[in-house]
């Protein structure tokens, strides 16, 4: 069982890599509607990812909180935390306070799942100031999420942001 769980997130990460490698075009297409490739066994993983994004934006820590594993492994800008009370501790009262001020337009996302774990892959737009400066970010984040006697809890955040140019 343990190297069917190792195939399986290997191959969710392979299977990441085509649109992560998208990101990272210096002139990416902007499509005029969100283009989004999730099957119907991936909409409750991605609903899981939409509500903590809300909550996010809401600057509901608690909400969010409870929608990540104990052990989550958050990597953004070359740092790392290491669970959940680190994060909500630290970083997501920042994370929040941004979110709170910026408008955020999604412009593509996909979606798998694969027995009891499963990625959700996103790229946004986000609209902020900075400095008194009108400012575009785009953003990637992907989330691997794992299935619970609970629900699905998000074990995994890697989030990265470059100007718009």
């Known amino acids: 069982m343990k190297s069917h769980f190792n195939a399986s997130w290997w191959l969710a990460v392979l299977m990441a890599l085509p649109m992560l490698a998208l990101a990272h075009d210096p002139k990416p297409a902007t499509p ?15 609903a899981v990812v939409e509500q903590f994004s809300a909550a996010m934006h809401a600057g509901d820590l608690d909400r ?4 990540l594993a ?6 953004e800008s070359g740092g790392a935390e290491h669970s959940r009370a680190e994060y909500l501790g630290g970083h997501a009262i920042h994370d929040a ?5 910026a408008h955020s337009q999604v412009k593509q996302r996909a979606a798998r799942v694969d027995g009891g774990m ?12 900075k400095d008194g400066k009108a400012m575009i970010l785009l953003s990637t984040e992907t989330m691997v999420l794992k299935q619970t006697l609970a ?13 718009k140019h």
Request: glycine fraction near 6%; aromatic fraction near 10%; proline fraction near 5%.
């Open 32 to 46: 005029a509607a969100p283009v989004v490739t999730v099957s119907d066994q991936a909409k409750p993983v991605v």
């Open 97 to 101: 306070a941004f979110l709170k001020t």
């Open 151 to 163: 629900g699905w809890k998000i074990v995994h955040i890697h989030w990265s942001s470059r100007p």
């Open 70 to 75: 104990d052990d989550v492994l958050i990597l």
């Open 118 to 129: 499963a990625w959700v892959g996103t790229e946004t737009e986000f609209h902020t100031t």
């Open 64 to 67: 969010a909180g409870a929608l």
